[in-house]
């Protein structure tokens, strides 16, 4: 009776887990404490954009990012350490298909290359996101389609960008700001402070925080100004200026190549 219980079991299991794609990866990743939203700034990252191709939106030319894009839903502990990768579930483009409007134009890709994918694999930065991090935001998705739908909205409702534009903080390429007026302007708007990330004086990306209720919080890198790690004093949100139209076509992948 036993051993015929255990087997009926099994058998559910690996029902289970090819219905649904998913297999358990990392068991021992307890759950996550809070959610930060990663918003990467196109000008400081499109600066390193040597050549072209069409999923980077840096290579969009006048259409190219002007306003902080998405990075990521990243699901984190409160000591500074994340967990990744927390089960299998391979990423379905097709389960998103409906927000990719939202998608190309608040979380393009701003690179040419293919992040890894949890089992090994290159994928879409899209993929890289939903294995690495989303996976791990359970039990608040479960799904990509969540997962990718409810970033988006958190992401229109806080508009980091506008905040530091009211403040005055606009992309230039001769102006340094306050670190501290800029943290000011986001602690101002959503009462809470952000993480400030730096590529030596320019920012790099701001992160804001949320409970798992989606109410907002303070990052947990964000307590000291002192310490936040790579920014200086005074900071720089350059603008970009999109590679000339002779770089991206001779840059561009054939159609040979692409295939
Ligand atoms: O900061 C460098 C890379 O580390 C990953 N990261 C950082 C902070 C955090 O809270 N969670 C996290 O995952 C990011 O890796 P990615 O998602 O790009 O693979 C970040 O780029």
Not at 61 to 71: L, R
Not at 139 to 166: I, R, S
Not at 240 to 250: C, K, N, S, W
């Amino acid at each position: 009776m036993a051993s015929r219980l255990c087997l009926l079991l099994l058998v559910a299991c690996i029902a289970g887990a090819f219905a649904g794609d998913v297999i358990e990866l990392n068991r021992s990743q307890r759950e996550f404490d809070y959610f930060a939203l990663s918003l990467q700034w196109p000008g400081t990252y499109c600066r390193g954009t040597r050549h072209c191709c069409s999923k980077n939106a840096c290579c969009r030319g006048s259409d190219a990012p002007t306003q902080f894009t998405i990075h990521g839903l990243w699901p984190d502990y409160n000591d500074g350490s994340w967990p990744s990768c927390c089960y299998r579930s391979d990423f379905k483009e097709k389960e998103i298909s409906t927000l990719m409007d939202g998608l190309e134009k608040y979380w393009p890709s701003l690179s040419c290359g293919s992040p890894s994918s949890c089992n090994g694999g290159k994928g879409s930065f899209w993929g890289h996101e939903w294995e690495k991090h989303g996976t791990c935001s359970s039990p608040v998705f479960h799904d990509e389609y969540n997962y990718f739908l409810t970033t988006l909205n958190l992401y229109l409702k806080h508009n980091v960008t506008d905040v530091l534009y009211q403040a005055g903080y606009v992309a230039s390429n001769s102006e340094k700001y306050p670190l501290g007026g800029i943290v000011t302007a986001i602690q101002n708007a959503f009462h809470i402070t952000p993480e400030v990330v730096c590529k030596r004086d320019a920012i790099d990306e701001i992160r804001i925080c949320f409970y798992k209720d989606f109410k907002p919080r303070d990052c947990v890198g964000s307590q000291d100004l002192t310490s936040r790690k790579s920014c200086p004093k005074y900071v720089s949100l350059p603008e970009y200026t999109p590679l000339d139209g002779e770089a991206m076509v001779l840059k561009m992948p054939t159609e040979r190549e692409a295939l």
